[in-house]
């Protein structure tokens, strides 16, 4: 069958020869291994009962857990963490700060970003596409390209149910001159059935790599090569938590109410008489009175006993008379440490902090040494689900700038590593963080001060206590050089003092004065160092007028 859709690709390179299959770990892909059989034909053998079966049995899984109450908090706050929603700025933006490219084609590859998030519906449903992707653990998305106008770029991005698609790797072997079966050809493509996917499954459609958007979570299992969801370590918490909560309230249910025990002295009577008698004595007492939510009315229900009411019990001659004694209820029903723990063992499995469990505790804005070590990993757990959900973004990405002509395939290969995405934070921690990184380094900065220009240099003081790298320090000169010059040229526009100039000149030069003086430098100094020497130099030329424009 021919692949359905489209493909972008650079000419179909030979595989090298091995007798290693290749793992499809990055991606969970279904392996599909076509060996040469006695007969010199080629034979499929792909295994229906096995991965595709387990792997819609997960996904359905994974959807029923995520309903349940505490397993839906916890999402909603690694939801709400990841994607921030905000009237004013967009939750996603893209850097291209680190691509090597000309300004107009950055221009273009913005302008297109912002399509892709147009087709993706994104500032309104980023919320539910970030949810989807983390309960099934992969989210798949159809690519729409008119053919007929290719450079039009995608028209339609349309979301398809992971549990009627599959990607499929086809590994074809040949044996070699010592008869050893090594790998000739990789074929990958996806599989789709609108029907879904199941043991029973026989047919399917063959679709293009770059037709469909594949973003998968990342989490697979060794073992058996299947993508797995982040909820994947929560299914047994969830099970946990699940029963140890339904025999709490059938216990409770149980055992809370106060009971009465009737003895009934039943003399001599024959056994059938006895219970007869019992009966007669327990339905002359015995009226209850319910509620019938229908009709809103009270009515008498005469059941057959049951655990929740009262029990009579029958007494022989020879023993005490008629009796009734009180059972009391179940004791310390108060107690929900069971629950309490299989909800932290809950949290601990999605990596969610422990604190946010209790809702009642407030958010503190401190000091980063005083937020907890469980929000710092959360924070990194964020970080990392980001980064896999930006595949999204790569996969759409590069379609659209390959259909319309922006760049060539082989380009994407070289800009893709470089391309960053921005999410709009709410973590008040990394905010913390850097400005306490900064405080402490301008705190030693100030501390050091009186040793530099004797015993360090200017420049060894911004690598290694402001943590400046060779193009920080280029850009910051430069921006002085301006910042001076701008100074100076205003000051001479103003006119506001005499020698407007010569004012300027002289605060540069007491801005740039060697450490450990009050004064400005003299040409006639001696300088210290070698960076004292340079300022000293220009100190010179900018005194007699020689300063170059």
């Given amino acids: 069958m021919q692949i359905f859709g489209f493909e972008i690709k650079r000419k179909k390179e030979q595989e090298l020869p ?3 299959t290749p793992s499809p770990v990055e991606t969970g892909s279904t392996v599909i291994n076509t060996g040469v059989n006695a007969g010199g034909y080629y034979g499929m053998v792909m295994d229906l ?7 819609n049995d997960l996904i359905r ?3 029923e857990v995520s309903q349940y109450s505490d397993c839906d908090g916890a999402i909603e706050d690694i939801v709400n963490e990841a994607i921030i929603a905000d009237e004013e700025k967009n939750s996603i933006e893209i850097v291209l700060d680190d691509v090597k490219i000309s300004e107009p084609i950055k221009k273009k590859i913005i302008q297109e970003f912002n399509n892709v ?3 993706l519906k994104f500032e309104n449903r980023a919320h539910e596409i970030f949810r989807t992707w983390y309960i099934d653990g992969r989210l798949y998305y159809q690519i729409l390209i008119d053919e007929n106008n290719i450079k039009q770029g995608i028209i339609e991005l349309r979301f398809i149910d992971p549990r009627k698609i599959r990607r499929i790797k086809n590994i074809k072997k040949e044996r070699n001159i010592v008869g050893i079966e090594v790998v000739k050809e990789i074929e990958e493509y996806y599989l789709y059935n609108d029907k879904g996917i199941t043991e029973q499954t026989t047919q399917g459609v063959k679709l293009g790599l770059d037709s469909v958007v594949y973003t998968p979570s990342g989490y697979v299992d060794q073992n058996s090569g299947m993508m797995m969801s982040y909820l994947h370590k929560a299914i047994k918490p969830v099970n946990q938590l699940k029963m140890i909560e339904d025999s709490l309230v059938i216990y409770r249910i149980s055992r809370a109410p106060e009971r009465r025990i009737f003895y009934i002295d039943v003399g001599n009577l024959p056994k059938l008489k006895a219970e007869q008698y019992v009966t007669d ?5 015995r009226n209850k009175i319910v509620y019938d939510a229908t009709t809103g009315e009270t009515r008498d229900d005469r059941r057959h006993l049951s655990m929740m009411e009262d029990f009579w019990m029958p007494r022989r001659e020879g023993n005490k008379g008629t009796e009734i004694n009180t059972l009391p209820g179940g004791q310390n029903l108060g107690e929900i440490q069971d629950i309490e723990y299989f909800q932290q063992k809950l949290y601990h499995a999605l990596n969610v902090p422990i604190s946010r469990l209790q809702q009642q505790q407030g958010f503190s804005i401190g000091r980063s040494t005083e937020i907890s070590r469980d929000e710092v990993k ?9 980064k896999k959900f930006s595949m999204l973004f790569n996969s759409a990405l590069r379609v659209q700038l390959i259909a319309k002509s922006i760049i060539r395939a082989d380009e994407w290969d070289d800009i893709v590593s470089h391309i960053k995405y921005d999410y709009l934070e709410d973590n008040h921690y990394s905010e913390l963080k850097d400005a306490e990184i900064l405080t402490q380094r301008l705190q030693m900065l100030q501390q050091a001060e009186q040793y530099v220009g004797k015993y360090y240099s200017m420049k060894w003081a911004r690598k290694n206590i402001l943590r400046l790298n060779d193009e920080d320090i280029e850009q910051m000169e ?3 050089g301006e910042e001076k010059e701008q100074y100076i040229a205003k000051a001479e526009h103003d006119g506001t003092m005499a020698g407007a100039a010569q004012t300027a000149q002289q605060v540069y030069l007491q801005q740039n004065a060697p450490a450990g003086t009050n004064e400005a430098p ?3 100094e001696e300088p210290v160092d070698k960076t004292n020497e340079e300022r000293l130099t220009k100190v010179t030329k900018l005194k007699t007028g020689t300063w170059p424009n």
């Avoid at 004595?281 to 007492?285: E, G, P, T």
């Avoid at 959360?378 to 970080?383: A, E, G, L, M, Q």
């Fill in 18 to 20: 091995s007798v290693v």
């Fill in 49 to 55: 009962e096995g991965t595709i079966k387990n792997e």
């Fill in 61 to 63: 899984r994974y959807r």
């Fill in 117 to 119: 998030l147009r087709l």
């Fill in 281 to 285: 004595i327990m339905n002359k007492f």
């Fill in 378 to 386: 959360f924070n990194k757990f964020i970080v990392r689900l980001r």
């Fill in 478 to 480: 430069n921006e002085m």
């Fill in 522 to 524: 003299t040409a006639a």
